[in-house]
């Protein structure tokens, strides 16, 4: 994992002492979790979709990868989540912008460096909801 990425785990796992960086959802773990998985499946089919050379279908993969993480972003409570919530918010900008790097030079390299970040996330999050039942 790269330092950027364990960080992002350490963060995770500040939420599951604190459990106050997400504002009220009736299952907000689960909203979370669902966003995670579903920005690295989109991930991974603009990762094919270059290796297919189908350009108009990853534009759309990498666009909806992109509404997720802006969700992601939505979820975070700046107020009571303090500095777990500001350095989130960090790696889901930083996911943005490596993914629109990779879109633009179809660089496999940058979708896979997202796609193991949001794996780490979801790995970690899956984790928490354990230690929290």
């Given at each position: ?9 350490d ?8 459990n ?25 089919e ?16 990498v666009t909806?990868?992109?509404?997720i993480i ?41 979708f ?11 790995t ?10």
């Amino acid at each position: 994992m790269s330092p950027s990425t364990l960080a992002a785990v350490d963060m995770y796992q500040g939420v599951a002492q604190s459990n106050v960086v997400f504002v009220g959802q009736k299952d907000h773990h689960e909203m979370v979790r669902l966003l995670l998985d579903g920005g690295i499946k989109r991930v991974r089919e603009a990762k094919a979709a270059v290796t297919l050379k189908d350009f108009k279908k990853k534009s759309e993969l990498v666009t909806k990868a992109q509404k997720i993480i802006f969700g992601l972003r939505t979820t975070l409570d700046f107020e009571k989540g303090g500095e777990i919530a500001i350095n989130l918010d960090k790696l889901y900008d930083y996911c943005l912008r490596t993914l629109t790097h990779a879109h633009a030079r179809n660089d496999l390299d940058k979708f896979t460096e997202v796609e193991g970040i949001l794996e780490d996330l979801l790995t970690s999050w899956i984790q928490i909801r354990k230690q929290v039942r």
